[in-house]
Antibody
Framework: QVQLQESGPGLVKPSETLSLTCTVS?????????WGWIRQPPGKGLEWIGS???????YYNPSLKSRVTISVDTSKNQFSLKLSSVTAADTAVYYC??????????????WGQGTMVTVSS | DIQMTQSPSTLSASVGDRVTITCRAS??????LAWYQQKPGKAPKLLIY???SLESGVPSRFSGSGSGTEFTLTISSLQPDDFATYYC????????FGGGTKVEIK
């Protein structure tokens, strides 16, 4: 079955760039579907960050767009998130996920387990 | 952008109770609404899409209704496994989640 696994540093300094990778197994990213990043600050709700297709087509949350870059590496079956100029407000559990049908703005039905990223000096 | 407001934020209920959670959109989203269940330390699980369509494998005690700006998630008979936090999500324009409703044991 399709599985997603987030990886990356658990601690990032303020003003630096947060970088995470999601490795997909059980499905080739090149075969289709949009792949996304969602985050959840401790004790708070969910926030969609952005999504990407295997072709590189992206959609970003307008409130984060100026700081977000999502890219895909089909050769490694991975997609990645970069969030620049981070502050303590970016501290959160970051999830990667796959959409439920092969189009951009639809719900996510397969999720990674999530990775906690703390922004602190 | 579209704002999603859930109520109540916390709900206390007993096993066997009928539970209803409301989600309101700041503008019409047709039926482009999903519901998720999240347990502590776990990723969200998709329960319902397109306002009322049950995701495969989800128990039939879960149901969704509504269109336009007002939506509800109903659990017909609350089970021990259902104590969790529930989120609505609109996908009419980008993706926005509601603030969540925690269903706790009464």
């Amino acid at each position: 079955q399709v599985q997603l696994q987030e990886s990356g540093p658990g601690l990032v300094k303020p003003s630096e760039t947060l970088s995470l990778t999601c490795t997909v197994s059980g499905y080739s990213i090149s075969s289709g579907y949009y792949w996304g990043w969602i985050r959840q600050p401790p004790g708070k709700g969910l926030e969609w960050i952005g999504s990407i297709y295997h072709s590189g087509s992206t959609y970003y949350n307008p409130s984060l767009k100026s700081r977000v870059t999502i890219s895909v590496d089909t050769s490694k079956n991975q997609f990645s998130l970069k969030l620049s100029s981070v502050t303590a407000a970016d501290t959160a559990v970051y999830y990667c996920a796959r959409v439920s049908v092969d189009t951009a703005m639809v719900p996510f039905d397969i999720w990674g387990q999530g990775t906690m990223v703390t922004v602190s000096s | 952008d579209i704002q999603m407001t859930q109520s109540p934020s916390t709900l206390s209920a007993s096993v066997g109770d009928r539970v209803t959670i409301t989600c309101r959109a700041s503008q019409s989203i047709s039926s482009w609404l999903a519901w998720y269940q999240q347990k502590p330390g776990k990723a969200p699980k998709l329960l319902i899409y397109k306002a009322s369509s049950l995701e495969s494998g989800v128990p039939s005690r879960f149901s969704g209704s509504g269109s336009g700006t007002e939506f509800t998630l109903t659990i017909s008979s609350l089970q021990p496994d259902d104590f969790a936090t529930y989120y609505c999500q609109q996908y009419n324009s980008y993706l926005t989640f509601g603030g969540g409703t925690k269903v706790e044991i009464k």
